[in-house]
C-alpha cells in the first residue's frame, strides 16, 4: 500500500454514525467498527456531534445518504429519535426510546433500544446475579427506560426509581412495574444503578447525594468515558463490587452492532417482517421534546 494512503476506507464504505451531545465520550466508533471489520465488512462508524437546536433539521438530511446504513443515538436523543423511525421494535414501543435505527433493504427505517440488555449482560458476565436483589436506578431517561425494562426483566425482590423529573420517574415505574421514590438511596439497596448523565468527562458529581456507601453494594455506572466515575470512583474506595459501562461497550456481540449488521449483508437488510409485533402507526416526523430525554 501506498504510504499516502489507508486501508480501512474507500468510495465504496458503508457509513454508520452515532448522535450525541455531547460526543467525545461515546466509545461506539472504535468498537463497532472493529467489530464491523472483524464481519469482513468495509464500513465504518463515526462520531455525529449534532446540536439540539440543529436536530429537527440536520437528522432527517443524513438519513437521505445513500451509503448510510444506520444511526445509534446517545444523549439527549434517544426519545427524539423515535420520530426518525417508520417503525418501532418492542421494545422501543413500551418506553418511547431508541438507541439504534437501521435501514431494511426496503428502505424502511425499524428503530429499537438495546441499553438495558447490554446492562444485565455485563452483570451476567461478572456472574453478578439481579433476581432478588434490590435495586435502585437513578435515571429515568433513555437510558435508565431500557435498564429498568431489562432489570425488572430478571425478576428483582425490589426495583426503586428515581429521577429530577417526578412525573418522568413515575410514569416509567408503571411501565416496568416499579416504585418511584422522591429520593435516590442506598439504604436497605443491594444493587445501584447510574443511568444518569452525572460524572461524565470532567463532571466531578456523584449521582446520589452520599458521602460513603456500604462495602456490600454493587455499583454500576452506565457512563463509558471516564472508565472510572466519580461515582466508581466513591465505590471502590468503600470496598464495593462495581461494574464499568465500557464493559458493556467492550463487547464484541453487542446488541445494537447486531442490530446494524444486517443492513451490510447481500440478503439485504432490516425487513417490516423482522419486527415481532405490529407496527407503530405514529407518523415518521412526530414531533417529540428534549424534555423527555436524560437531563443534562
Not at 461506539?28 to 436536530?55: C, K, N, Q, W, Y
Not at 421494535?89 to 428503530?111: E, F, H, K, S, Y
Not at 446475579?129 to 437513578?138: C, F, I, N, P
Not at 472510572?228 to 465505590?235: F, K
Request: proline share 7%; net charge negative.
Amino acid at each position: 500500500m501506498d504510504d499516502d494512503q489507508v486501508d480501512y476506507v474507500s468510495g465504496k464504505t458503508r457509513v454508520f454514525g452515532i448522535v450525541g451531545d455531547p460526543i467525545e465520550q461515546v466509545r461506539s466508533p472504535e468498537m463497532i467498527t472493529a467489530e464491523m471489520t472483524r464481519r469482513g465488512h468495509d464500513a465504518v462508524l463515526v462520531p455525529m456531534h449534532v446540536l439540539p437546536s440543529d436536530f429537527d433539521d440536520v437528522l432527517p438530511r443524513i438519513l437521505r445518504l445513500r451509503n448510510l446504513g444506520g444511526l445509534v443515538f446517545t444523549i439527549p436523543y434517544k426519545a427524539l429519535a423515535t420520530m426518525l423511525a417508520d417503525e418501532l421494535g418492542p421494545q422501543a414501543r413500551t418506553l418511547g426510546v431508541i438507541n439504534a435505527l437501521g435501514r431494511g433493504r426496503d428502505g424502511c427505517w425499524r428503530g429499537d433500544i438495546f441499553d438495558g440488555l447490554g446492562c444485565v449482560e455485563a452483570f451476567r458476565r461478572r456472574g453478578i446475579a439481579l433476581a432478588g436483589k434490590r435495586v435502585m436506578l437513578v435515571g429515568a431517561g433513555g437510558a435508565g427506560s431500557a435498564i429498568a425494562a431489562a432489570v425488572a426483566a430478571e425478576q428483582p425482590a425490589s426495583l426503586f426509581i428515581f429521577d429530577v423529573d417526578p412525573a418522568r420517574a413515575s410514569a416509567l415505574a408503571r411501565k416496568v412495574g416499579a416504585t418511584h421514590v422522591a429520593a435516590a438511596s442506598v439504604d436497605d439497596v443491594d444493587v445501584l444503578l447510574n443511568a444518569t448523565p452525572v460524572g461524565m468527562l470532567d463532571d466531578a458529581r456523584v449521582p446520589i447525594a452520599v458521602d460513603t456507601l456500604p462495602a456490600t453494594l454493587v455499583v454500576f455506572d452506565a457512563i463509558v468515558k471516564p472508565e472510572r466515575t466519580p461515582l466508581l470512583a466513591l465505590a471502590e474506595a468503600c470496598g464495593c463490587t462495581t461494574v464499568r459501562g465500557r464493559e458493556d461497550d467492550a463487547r464484541p456481540d453487542r446488541e445494537d452492532g447486531r442490530f446494524l449488521l444486517p443492513t451490510l449483508t447481500g440478503a439485504g437488510g432490516l425487513r417490516r417482517h423482522d419486527i415481532a409485533a405490529p407496527a407503530d402507526s405514529r407518523p415518521r416526523g412526530a414531533r417529540l421534546s428534549l424534555a423527555s430525554e436524560v437531563p443534562p
